[in-house]
């Protein structure tokens, strides 16, 4: 049981290229998100998804772009890199008890961004 | 933002001690949660204690929450250099598909 496996683990990127950066998790888990870590400010969101083919914006998801086609994948798109955005991408997952998300979040291991 | 805070940010003990962390959070919640982070690792969930429940404990953790004053406690017994870590609150103000977590605490425990 891989749980949520992030790729790539490490990019640099230059100001105005586009990336996707992807996550996929195989707990059959039906909540997904992203998370971005700086520091000093602990993890903001940045969208999530309720299942295949619902997504939602979080706290901070301007210059980001995702999907939900299916229930394992759930890919973060870098619509054109700013420095602003160079930080740790965060994966996670959870999972649902009586109809109800439980909130507890299962994280991948983090892709690290640098934007010049 | 509504993010909450950790206290202190930092905190350095020795093996053996107990470590205490605090956690103020700013909306109204039906639970609190506690992540460890290992450094370059990714958030591994520790506990959830809930809204109506004052203490809970899992192995050498103990949490507390004051919904009065809108805190929460992490104490960690006697505590290993395996402990050293970054500890962080979260707070589901907007349902748990929206976990806000705070700045966290860096802990380290030396031998």
């Known amino acids: 049981n891989a749980g949520v496996t992030q790729t790539p683990k490490f990019q640099v990127l230059k100001t105005g290229q586009s990336m996707t950066l992807q996550c996929a998790q195989d707990?059959?888990?039906?909540?997904m998100s992203w998370y971005r870590q700086d520091p000093g400010m602990g993890l903001r969101l940045i969208h999530y998804?309720?299942?295949?083919?619902?997504?939602d914006q979080g706290e901070v998801p301007n210059g980001y772009n995702v999907s939900r086609s299916t229930t394992e994948d759930f890919p973060l798109r870098l619509l054109s890199a700013a420095p602003s955005q160079t930080s740790v991408y965060f994966c996670?997952?959870?999972?649902?008890?009586?109809?109800?998300?439980?909130?507890?979040?299962?994280f991948g291991e983090g892709s690290r961004l640098t934007v010049l | 933002s509504q993010q909450g805070e950790e206290d202190p940010q930092a905190l350095s003990i020795q093996e053996g001690e107990n470590a205490t962390m605090n956690c103020s959070y700013k909306?109204?919640?039906?639970?609190l949660q506690w992540y460890r982070q290992n450094s370059g690792r990714g958030l591994v969930h520790l506990i959830l204690?809930?809204?109506?429940?004052r203490e809970k404990h899992s192995g050498r953790l103990r949490v507390t929450l004051d919904t009065s004053k809108k805190s929460s406690s992490l104490l960690i017994t006697a505590s290993r250099a395996a402990d050293t870590a970054s500890y962080f609150c979260?707070?589901?103000?907007?349902?748990?598909?929206?976990?806000?977590f705070g700045a966290g605490t860096r802990l380290a425990v030396h031998p």
């Open positions: 909306t109204s919640i039906n639970n």
């Open positions: 204690i809930r809204s109506n429940e």
């Open positions: 707990m059959n888990h039906e909540y």
């Open positions: 996670a997952s959870s999972y649902s008890q009586g109809g109800v998300n439980t909130g507890e979040l299962f």
């Open positions: 998804s309720v299942g295949a083919g619902i997504t």
């Open positions: 979260a707070e589901p103000p907007g349902g748990y598909n929206k976990l806000i």
